[in-house]
């Protein structure tokens, strides 16, 4: 450190910059007026914006742009821009907003934005009031009327596309002509959440008639479901890129979407519902909670792992009695949720689980009564239209 630097400030707690570091300073004369260590990174900066009196303010990414190494090179950037603007630099999450950053910037009277939607989510910048709404970016969730089934297409903001399920194979015709009518020519990201083929059985159809870059199931063989519609699958595409599902992890296709894997197979169960895939699919401050066939043994180990709050949830098991329980409920909080079913023989879906929804105040549409039902949300509000009622 140069000999003429007299004070110094430190920003970060003691695992970013240490006390030694810091009794090594003041043993060489040098005063440590003051350190700006928040619980994360955003209110370390947060505080630090103290130091200066202006109302301009310069929002950056917050997070590394290398996921082996730290390197924050719009934080960097931002401090020349800083300098020429009088402006704080204030850091944030690229897709997921922070309240107190929320708070600061619009008190704030000049806004400046480093980077383009790839740097920082538009969804972000909307929540924090900063633009307008045609820039703004949406992810739409499609879940099709495939009869006693499920199929839920996703569209991203970068244009890529996840079709999770595809109903009974009777359904894949409806599945293909949705996708056409949409002018989808190619699937980025195929999911089935089950083997069973209320699940599975339409996705023959898509891979035949629609080219497909990856598919992911898990694997392992329930009660004879070993799957002769997965070994299908591979002959249809010998070129198919196959992956397992596993649980914890999450899906990489559109950096200002999160897909993350609840649940999956459960080598300890015979049950093969609790091996359904589990989704959570999170767009800025919306959060799309998928359950597939999940009983509610799934329910009670994903209450005990995750966050599971969420503003909509395709509800598990068609809106069987064997799951959507109260505890679930009262944890999910949905605003929103959607039963996939159609005609059948077991009561689906079950009034004890339209009670327990209406007991939470969720709003209920199914596709049996509203047919395939739509949703856009440019990350903080969402909007609902369907084919029917």
């Known amino acids: 450190m140069p000999d003429n630097i007299k004070k110094v400030y430190i920003y970060g707690g003691t695992a970013v910059i240490s006390e030694k570091l810091e009794r090594e300073l003041t043993n060489k004369g040098i005063k440590v007026v003051e350190r700006f260590a928040g619980e994360n990174r955003y209110e370390t900066g947060l505080l630090a914006t103290s ?28 401090s020349g821009l800083a300098l020429k603007k009088n402006a704080n630099i204030v850091l944030t999450d690229p897709n997921k907003p922070n309240a107190l950053v929320k708070d600061f910037v619009q008190k704030q009277k000049k806004h400046f934005v480093l980077g383009g939607p790839v740097a920082i989510s538009n969804s972000v910048i909307k929540s924090y009031g900063l633009t307008n709404e045609k820039d703004v970016d949406t992810t739409e969730a499609h879940f099709i009327d495939v009869e006693q089934g499920n199929s839920t297409l996703f569209l991203l903001p970068n244009g890529k596309n996840v079709l999770i399920d595809g109903g009974l194979k009777s359904e894949g015709d409806k599945v293909v002509s949705y996708l056409n009518d949409l002018g989808i020519d190619k699937i980025d990201l195929m999911i089935a959440t089950q083997l069973d083929e209320e699940h599975l059985g339409g996705l023959l159809t898509v891979l035949d008639e629609i080219s497909v870059k990856r598919f992911m199931n898990y694997s392992g063989t329930y009660n004879g479901y070993d799957s002769e519609l997965i070994d299908e699958l591979r002959r249809l595409d010998d070129d198919l890129y196959y992956e397992i599902a596993k649980e914890g992890n999450s899906i990489t296709i559109d950096s200002s979407v999160d897909i993350q894997i609840l649940n999956t197979r459960d080598s300890d169960s015979s ?50 009695n064997t799951a959507t329980s109260s505890a679930f409920l009262n944890e999910v909080k949905p605003e929103l949720s959607i039963i996939s079913y159609g005609e059948n023989s077991n009561g689906l879906p079950s009034n004890d689980v339209i009670k327990r929804l209406e007991k939470v105040n969720s709003q209920i549409k199914s596709t049996k009564n509203h047919g395939d039902i739509k949703i856009v949300t440019d990350g903080v509000n969402y909007t609902v239209k369907t084919s029917k009622n």
């Open 271 to 320: 049950n093969m519902d609790d091996s359904s895939t589990v989704l959570n699919v999170t767009y800025g401050e919306t959060d799309f909670l998928l359950m597939s066939d999940a009983t509610k043994k799934v329910e009670d180990k994903m209450i005990e792992k995750y966050d599971i709050d969420a503003e909509i949830l395709q509800v598990g098991q068609h809106g069987a």
């Open 51 to 78: 130091l200066t009196k202006t109302d301009r303010v310069i929002l950056a990414r917050g997070t590394s742009t290398n996921p082996k190494s730290p390197e924050f090179p719009d934080a960097v950037a931002a």
